[in-house]
């Protein structure tokens, strides 16, 4: 099953199931869900055999009936991790189908495999590249309206800011999901606390899978570099720096198209949930290490006199 013909499956919301199995082994299915809300893995159980424990909280085995025989199903909890939990299970169904696994082997292999990657450091997270993205879509829209220079200059989250951007007098907070909420991870109390007279945005944004048609992360910095380059290669050196900071790796390519799902959300800081240092008793100064928490800011309506014009949106 390549992931592409999934994709598109999911894009499309047509629920399918496609058979993996060669008739030799037990029934392996690969699901499509009604409405694109996920996939799954079949596989045929004996009358009396059970399904595999999952050591992996992402990852959910239970036990289904298909045309009335009992099956393990695998699937995850976690929607944003799809394109990683497709590779997974169908690294399962070929040690089950090709090499002639039985169910519980092929799991244990597969988890320990993937374990053993995993122990090596990752360049980026699924939700640091869904971030990525959503800072060059606003990152393509300052530079439609300042410049690409200038819009670089302003981009200064990988360089360890406490804010994304920093414009000539405000800040502005990018946040980006493929939840159909918009909730959003927020990373220590001075995230959504503004500067001194310098008044802080939030922009929240939600990605949705849109198979062959959408735009991948990198497509979308190929597009940045290649604008910057035709712009001003001192720019583009700035913006490759900035690459590196957040962890990019200068060969990084995949497969995953993403389109905006709709119009983006604008809040100023101080009308919206938030953990500010003010807030904390004074007592706990210097006592908490870190804060982590989500902000849910489903059905708020953006301000008026949003700083940045982003009704041209788009991923580059």
Known sequence: MAWSTVEEQLADGMGVRYPLSNGTGPEVHYDVEDGGDGISLLVGLDRTQKPPRSPLSAVKVDTVFLDGRRSARFSTTRPELLRDFHDLVMAIAERIVIKGASLERAFDSTVHAWNALLDRPRSMSMQQRLGLHGE????????????????????????????????????????????????????????????????????????????????????????????TADSDLRALQKLNDAFTAVGLNPGHVDDEHWTIRNDPLVLSTTSMPRLTLEMLPAATSGHIAAVVYDVDVTGAQSADDCPIDLSTLRLP
């Open 136 to 227: 060059l879509a606003v990152l393509q829209c300052l530079a439609e309206q300042e410049g690409w220079p200038a819009a670089i200059d302003a981009w200064v989250g990988p360089q360890g800011e406490e804010h994304d951007f920093a414009l000539a007098g405000c800040d502005l907070e990018v946040k980006t999901t493929a939840s159909e909420l918009r909730r959003h991870t927020i990373h220590g109390v001075g995230q959504l606390q503004e500067k001194t007279n310098r008044p802080l945005w939030f922009i929240s944004l939600q990605l949705t899978r849109s198979g062959g048609s959408g735009t991948t992360l990198s497509e979308s910095v190929g597009a940045v570099r290649q604008a």
